[in-house]
């Protein structure tokens, strides 16, 4: 299906129906400190060793999760910019973080999914359905080594540019995990990368609405903002960019919800204000 897409999505406060703390603390830290771990001089947090500055470790949120989540990064991510430290400060208790190739061995036995549109990815509903099966078929060994009352143990995550995660995919160590697809949400991430799709989110709004929708798939009640504090640090930055650049001149927030191939060759000769896209 053939559609015009307008760049009409409300991005004034697309933060406001979430349940996130109280940031004006952060907008009175004036100096960096160092970081306690590598001494590097940091501003709110240190995003090489994931974990605040000494001045907002007792103000910060501590978000616990449902399950353990592992973020790989591709070794050209730039530190700095990538989001994946956000969850790490954030959720201390259950995330890793790998820069890619130095990854976990994992094996289909442990309940493991992949975060990814693959080509045989399916929606995390049908994932939990498919682990629920095999685990009333298994031996007691997969009962005993259950975490909590769900069926997936762990997600996993690339964070890399569109371009990049496509090569990781492909590492052989992947290739039993089931790959999962996120609903869409529309990314208000303010960093441009080529080529990529508007869906194509930051790596902490990723892992934020996978935890959204495994709460409403897991508990089938309707969530209700426990792990929205995960977005804590991306809100605070996204309304310091806000202030700074008007939102209709930043790049990122031109991209159209969906590419094809082609269409991303010719996105990268032309800019244009409305864009035509294809809805497959
Ligand atoms: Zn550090």
């Known amino acids: 299906m053939l559609v015009v897409m307008e760049n009409n999505v409300e991005d004034s406060d697309p933060f406001k129906h979430l349940i996130i703390d109280n940031d004006s603390f952060l907008n009175k830290l004036d100096d960096r400190s160092s970081c306690p771990i590598c001494n590097k001089s940091r501003k709110y947090f240190c995003y090489s060793c994931y974990v605040p500055v000494k001045e907002i470790e007792d103000k910060i949120p501590n978000v616990k999760l449902p399950l353990k989540i592992d973020i790989i990064k591709h070794a050209r991510e730039i530190d700095g910019k990538s989001t994946s430290s956000h969850v790490a400060v954030l959720a201390p208790d259950d995330v ?3 820069t890619y190739p130095c990854v ?14 693959g080509k045989n990815a399916v929606s995390l509903a049908d994932a939990v359905l498919e682990f629920k099966r095999r685990k009333d078929s298994g031996s007691g060994e997969n009962r005993t080594r259950e975490e909590s009352t769900s069926v997936i143990h762990r997600a996993v995550f690339i964070d890399s540019t569109w371009n990049q995660s496509r090569g ?8 039993d995990l089931r790959c999962v697809v996120l609903e869409n949400r529309i990314s208000q991430f303010w960093r441009h990368q080529e080529g990529s799709p508007r869906w194509y989110l930051a790596t902490v709004e990723a892992v934020h609405e996978f935890l959204v929708e495994f709460y409403r798939v897991n508990n089938q009640i309707e969530y209700d903002g ?6 804590f640090f991306f809100r605070f ?4 960019i806000h202030v700074l650049y008007d939102s209709s001149s930043l ?3 031109k991209r159209p919800m969906f590419l094809s191939g082609i269409q991303k060759r010719k996105k990268n000769k032309q800019e244009s204000e409305s864009e035509t896209i294809r809805n497959d």
């Open 96 to 98: 890793n973080i790998y």
């Open 104 to 117: 976990p061995e994992y094996s289909s036995e442990e309940n493991v999914v992949l975060v990814f549109p």
């Open 226 to 231: 426990r792990f929205d504090n995960l977005l």
């Open 168 to 175: 990781i995919i492909k590492d052989p160590r992947f290739k």
């Open 251 to 253: 790049r990122a927030y």
């Open 237 to 240: 930055m996204y309304s310091k």
